[in-house]
Nanobody, 120 residues
Framework: QVQLVESGGGLVQAGDSLRLSCAAS????????MGWFRQAPGKEREFVAAISWSGGNTKYTDSVKGRFTISRDNAKNTVSLQMNSLKPEDTAVYYC?????????????WGQGTQVTVSS
């Protein structure tokens, strides 16, 4: 069992940066791939970024490549998403997710979500 709690969301202007963090409970955190998904109003949830258990493999959706960076600290049971050059279309609820392997479609465990709003 892995419990996930996100933090760091907020209201920013276009071009600003924001860093999301996800704290995980459970001694098995380091064995899980971690990811971030987001859901905008009226839209389906979509994959944003993922990182393998070791941190050696990362994946990003095309729209955030070069702007977002996912990282993890297995000693602290945390995963982060550094978001730079934010755009209004990045506005969404962002969810932290844990899965046995990197998966861009789903996850076994989910956080409660944190709101990110980017104004133009």
């Amino acid at each position: 069992q892995v419990q996930l709690v996100e933090s760091g969301g907020g209201l920013v202007q276009a071009g600003d940066s924001l860093r999301l963090s996800c704290a995980a409970s459970g001694r098995t955190f380091s064995t899980y791939a971690m990811g971030w998904f987001r859901q905008a109003p009226g839209k389906e949830r979509e994959f944003v970024a993922a990182i393998s258990w070791s941190g050696g493999n990362t994946k990003y959706t095309d729209s955030v490549k070069g702007r977002f960076t996912i990282s993890r600290d297995n000693a602290k049971n945390t995963v982060s998403l550094q978001m730079n050059s934010l755009k209004p279309e990045d506005t969404a609820v962002y969810y932290c997710a844990a899965n046995p392997v990197v998966d861009t479609t789903t996850a076994r465990y989910w956080g409660q979500g944190t709101q990110v709003t980017v104004s133009s």
